[in-house]
């Protein structure tokens, strides 16, 4: 913290207002004080004394290790019980990178494949590891015999 405290002490404020120089949410948050500092000609605040800011950057921290790797589990567990979704799936990816090459991630990221896209968001809604994202269908709906209002 106290370093890239430190970086954002030595960039102007044109830099500090730049989101193209966080290379990380920590980052993120840790610049924002940094800049309104440096418009008031002050010197920053702690961030190491500030127990709101540790609170928030350890959230950040654990939150995000712990979800990914939670969420990326029960995706595997998804997709291993559910293998009429996984031969969709591999359908798909298959189609999309024709060949025996594995695709490069700037290669997955830049291709658009729905069904990708998809079965990410219903594993993050099915593995209730993001309680924030909810879903709310914008008319009311019949889907397999239930109602989904």
């Given at each position: 913290m106290n370093h890239a405290v430190?970086?954002?002490?030595?960039?102007?404020?044109?830099?500090?207002q730049s989101d193209s120089i966080?290379?990380?949410?920590?980052?993120?948050?840790?610049?924002?004080?940094?800049?309104?500092?440096?418009?008031?000609g002050v010197k920053p605040p702690?961030?190491?004394?500030?127990?709101?800011m540790?609170?928030?950057?350890?959230v950040l921290v654990m939150g995000g290790?712990?979800?990914?790797?939670n969420t990326l589990s029960w995706f595997t567990k998804f997709m291993e019980a559910f293998p009429n979704g996984q031969t969709g799936l591999r359908a798909k990816?298959?189609?999309?990178?024709?060949?025996h090459r594995l695709p490069s991630?700037?290669?997955?990221?830049e291709t658009d494949i729905s069904y990708l896209d998809a079965s990410c968001e219903e594993a993050l809604c099915l593995a209730g590891t993001s309680?924030?994202?909810?879903?709310?269908?914008s008319q009311n709906t019949n889907l397999l015999g239930y109602d989904v209002r």
């Open positions: 430190t970086r954002y002490e030595s960039l102007d404020i044109d830099s500090l966080d290379i990380c949410a920590m980052g993120l948050v840790l610049r924002k004080p940094a800049l309104k500092a440096k418009k008031a702690d961030p190491t004394k500030d127990v709101a540790r609170d928030e950057l350890f290790f712990n979800s990914t790797a990816l298959r189609a999309a990178f024709p060949g991630l700037a290669q997955i990221l309680n924030a994202i909810l879903r709310s269908p």
